[in-house]
């Protein structure tokens, strides 16, 4: 239970406020997260993490001398938004390229992924490892698709240590995929989590007992049992872990490995000191020996109450990175020479975006395109419980809260934009990249991508007709599925999205009007939404517990229907607005800044 708050919606941004203004030495905030306050020097490597708050010490609470350069932090359980590890690369970067590093979440990847691009794009050489530690998300056979939870630690340290060490980025990128090769994690839960505000807690574990396996956001985990005693639990982390030997590790007996015993939130150090005690010997039995141990809070969960165990299995190299010296404000290892402060008006600050010009009549469809958004916002906030329900069935739960975050803060994008007279485009544009910066997650992403495809289709100048409208959804979905490489029948948004663009497209091209194609198109993509209540999921979140949420719809998918057909009333009214075909008008606004 969090009981100290404002709103609840500002409790990310209020949490990195504070957590900078307390920790001057080390961090300097900047968009999108923090970086280092020292100066690194030119040319070497920078390690830029990231993920969701409501982890700490990861993300921020790692960054400093001897680990990352920086931290693109996100809103609570959600991945931050390309734009804002972009914006926390470029201030980080020293010449030497950029290696970012982030736990394997459908978000995160959508995210990184779109950063990594940009950065490539602008000249700054950029790579990415994800690390999958958490070996009850998925079999080894498929250890691509696992999560990454506590070992996050170890193959940033290694990866850190390795740039400080004046390694150039193919090095760093090799040095960081093998510490992720030989990092294992497998953590158990008492009790799941309430973020701030919230009535109800976002996932549950029964009274008495324990989720096996269960995840940092409250996927669902493999087994649940009573809970055991301090020595049983330790029994169980440690022969599961030892059941799973790296490549190249042929026996335990011998090994040297970096061990964590991370606690997840309200599991006092007390109690881990006990089961590390049994953690310890049963090591020792099996012939491990044990090199650096943490025992403490390294990835957290909110407040809630789970243990997890990390066992890095070490080589020379990796034991030198481990035993690397560092100075951040939650992990301090060592002696690490103190490098000089940077001036903060050294940090490159963000401009407004501009407005470009535009015409009446496509300023007449922002205003539909705002009304529209209106409507999204309500349909959202009514549906935002439900939404919660359902994704909470196989995924995390929070598809309700992402998508209200992303959808309120793209409507005042909008509303912004459209007052400081910008047209259909530009109004879709700064509400998509709205919409995912704030959102984050995986329908961030891609709600952020379809506003700006619609945008692009209607452009700034033209009365955008039917025409318009459906190649702009069109592109959209095409834009969706390559980014997110979900096809129809993986139980995802793309079941409702290609019915919905199918029909949109095929009633339109048989002259049907804007109101009626949209109007069928809805009630297709609804019909969709509700089938997919028949489908194993194959990507995402809900991907590992796929049994568990037959007879449930995807959430996205059910949102998606929702929304366009909240849409239906803002295009009846609007009419004759929107033209049947496009149409131009020659007047034009300056253009302005917002
Ligand atoms: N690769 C994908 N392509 C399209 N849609 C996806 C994909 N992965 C997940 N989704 C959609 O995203 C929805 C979950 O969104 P969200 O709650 O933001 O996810 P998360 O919390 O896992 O990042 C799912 O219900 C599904 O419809
Ligand atoms: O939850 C996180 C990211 O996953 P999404 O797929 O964006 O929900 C985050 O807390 C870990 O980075």
Redesign the pocket.
């Known amino acids: 239970m969090t009981r100290l708050f404002n709103d609840p919606a500002d409790f990310a941004d209020e949490m990195i406020d504070g957590f900078v203004a307390a920790n001057r030495n080390q961090v300097r905030r900047v968009t999108g997260g923090v970086v280092r306050s020292t100066r690194t020097p030119e040319g070497t490597v920078a390690l830029v993490i990231g993920g969701g708050s409501g982890h700490y010490p990861a993300f921020g609470g790692i960054v400093g001398q001897g680990l990352a350069h920086g931290a693109a932090m996100g809103n609570l359980?959600?991945?931050p938004s390309a734009h804002q590890v972009e914006s926390v690369a470029k201030a980080a970067q020293r010449g030497g390229g950029v290696l970012l590093s982030y736990g394997n979440?459908?978000?995160d990847v959508?995210h990184f992924t779109q950063a990594q691009d940009a950065l490539n794009a602008a000249g700054i050489p950029t790579r990415s490892v994800a690390v999958t530690d958490d070996i009850s998300s998925a079999p080894l056979a498929e250890q691509h698709k696992r999560r990454g939870i506590a070992g996050d630690l170890t193959v940033f340290k290694s990866a850190a240590a390795a740039a400080e060490a004046g390694y150039d980025l193919d090095e760093v990128v090799r040095v960081a995929t093998h510490a992720n090769e030989r990092t294992r994690s497998f953590g158990v839960a008492f009790s799941g989590c309430t973020l701030p505000g919230a009535t109800e807690p976002l996932f549950t574990v029964p009274e008495g007992r324990m989720a096996v396996g269960m995840g940092i956001?409250g996927e669902p985990g493999i087994d649940e049992t009573d809970v055991p005693t301090a020595d049983e639990l330790a029994t169980l982390l440690v022969s599961s872990l030892l059941a799973e030997l790296p490549e190249g590790v042929s026996e335990a007996a011998g090994a040297r490995v970096g061990v964590i015993l991370n606690g997840l939130g309200s599991v006092k150090y007390e109690e881990l000191f006990v089961v590390y005690r049994a953690v310890a010997a049963q090591l020792e039995a099996a012939g491990v020996e044990i090199v650096d141990p943490e025992v403490g809070e390294l990835v957290t969960s909110f407040d809630m109450a789970g243990v997890s165990l990390t066992l890095f299995w070490l080589d020379e190299e990796l034991e030198g990175f481990w035993a690397a010296g560092a100075d951040t404000p939650a992990y301090r290892k060592g002696v690490v020479a103190a490098a000089e402060q940077l001036d903060p008006s050294e940090l490159v600050a963000e401009t407004a975006a501009e407005i470009p010009e535009s015409t009446d009549v496509s300023r007449a469809a922002a205003a539909v395109v705002v009304e529209a958004l209106d409507a999204l916002v309500q349909v959202i906030d009514t549906n935002v419980e439900e939404l919660g329900r359902i994704?909470a069935v196989a995924?995390?739960g929070?598809?309700g809260i992402?998508?209200q975050r992303g959808a309120r803060a793209a409507v005042t994008a909008a509303h912004a934009a459209a007052d400081a007279g910008a047209g259909a485009h530009t109004v879709l544009h700064l509400a998509g990249d709205a919409w995912a910066d704030r959102?984050?997650?995986?329908?961030?992403a891609?709600w952020g991508l379809a506003l700006r495809s619609v945008g692009t289709a209607l452009g700034d100048e033209v009365a955008p007709g039917r025409t318009d409208v459906a190649t702009g959804v069109q592109a959209a979905v095409d834009g969706?599925?390559s980014?997110?490489?979900?096809e129809v029948g993986?139980?995802?948004?793309?079941d409702a999205l290609v019915p919905f663009t199918t029909t949109l497209s095929a009633a339109v091209a048989d002259g049907a009007d804007l109101v009626t194609a949209w109007t069928t198109a809805a009630a297709a993509a609804s019909t969709a939404a509700a089938e997919t209540a028949d489908l194993l999921p194959k990507?995402?979140?809900?991907r590992p517990h796929a049994e568990k949420s037959l007879g449930t719809v995807?959430?996205?998918?059910h949102s998606?229907g929702l929304i366009v057909t909240a849409i239906v009333p803002v295009l009846e009214r609007a009419g004759g607005t929107t033209a049947p075909d496009r149409s131009t008008s020659t007047t034009t606004n300056e253009g302005v800044h917002a």
């Open positions: 359980f959600a991945s979440y459908a978000g959508l956001h994704d995924g995390d929070d598809h992402g998508m959102a984050g997650g995986t329908s961030g891609l969706i599925m980014f997110g490489k979900a993986q139980k995802t948004m793309v990507m995402g979140r809900a995807d959430a996205g998918a998606f």
